[in-house]
């Protein structure tokens, strides 16, 4: 994913709402949602193998983003997807697979990553110092650190605070779909030319020929732990999209 809002144990009868945006090529091939032999349900990046969020029926979620620095280039051994499907067909804590990942960061571009058991939710960012526990709240992330104020993280999470007060999905996926680009002096600096930072300050990317937002999910899940995740694929024209759903 590459921006993320998410409440977690806000809502007295939504303890997790998620919705969220994949920026990508289109023209890279992946399967949209659906169940994996492993039992968990997430998309597939068919060319690194691994996923960028997933769900397993037992209550185990994870997603993922990656952080943009190209001021510093890591040599990649390892595609940053299996940092997903690894965690949800472990059956270790999160801390205890977090730190394991912490041991081998550098052999992974940079990323954030969230991980949950159901009951807690964990973060780290092989760009930030270590595990941290996530205490209830509205989060948001992108290609920064979580909660980095980058202008469309803010609104993000302005967008999921108005939802809560009937959050459903097609109210989450209607939201992240600002055009709107920013200014140069309110974007970080990632090492890219400040064009294409500005053209990436939208929630909803297009940038010819073929790099853009190219699917967005919502999650809703209940304080009964029933939970429904649906992702909405786009073409170029984001009027042109399939759905996917699942429920468990």
């Known amino acids: 994913m590459c921006l993320v809002a998410l409440s977690w144990k806000v ?92 041991e081998k960061k550098a052999e992974f571009d940079g990323f954030n990553l969230l991980v949950s058991d159901g009951d807690r939710l964990f973060y780290m960012s092989n760009y930030g110092n270590g595990l941290m526990e996530i205490q209830p709240g509205i989060h948001g992330l992108s290609n920064g650190l979580l909660n980095d104020p980058w202008p469309k993280t803010e609104l993000a999470k302005h967008q999921l605070q108005s939802s809560l007060k009937s959050p459903s999905p097609e109210q989450l996926l209607a939201i992240l779909k600002s055009k709107e680009k920013y200014p140069e002096e309110l974007l970080p600096n990632t090492g890219i030319p400040k064009e294409t930072e500005i053209e990436l300050s939208s929630q909803l990317i297009r940038i010819p020929p073929n790099y853009g937002t190219v699917s967005s999910t919502a999650v809703v899940k209940d304080k009964n732990g029933k939970t429904l995740i649906r992702e909405r694929s786009f073409a170029w024209d984001p009027a042109n999209f399939k759905d996917e759903e699942v429920q468990f």
């Open 11 to 102: 809502h007295p009868d939504f303890p997790l709402l998620i919705s969220a945006n994949r920026d990508e090529f289109f023209h890279r091939p992946t399967l949209s949602m659906h169940r994996w032999e492993e039992g968990f349900y997430a998309g597939k990046d068919l060319q690194g193998g691994g996923t960028w969020m997933g769900f397993h029926p037992a209550g185990k979620w994870a997603l993922l983003t990656n952080y943009r620095d190209f001021t510093q280039k890591r040599q990649a051994k390892i595609s940053r997807g299996v940092l997903v499907s690894d965690f949800l067909t472990s059956a270790i804590s999160p801390e205890n697979y977090l730190d394991q990942v912490w």
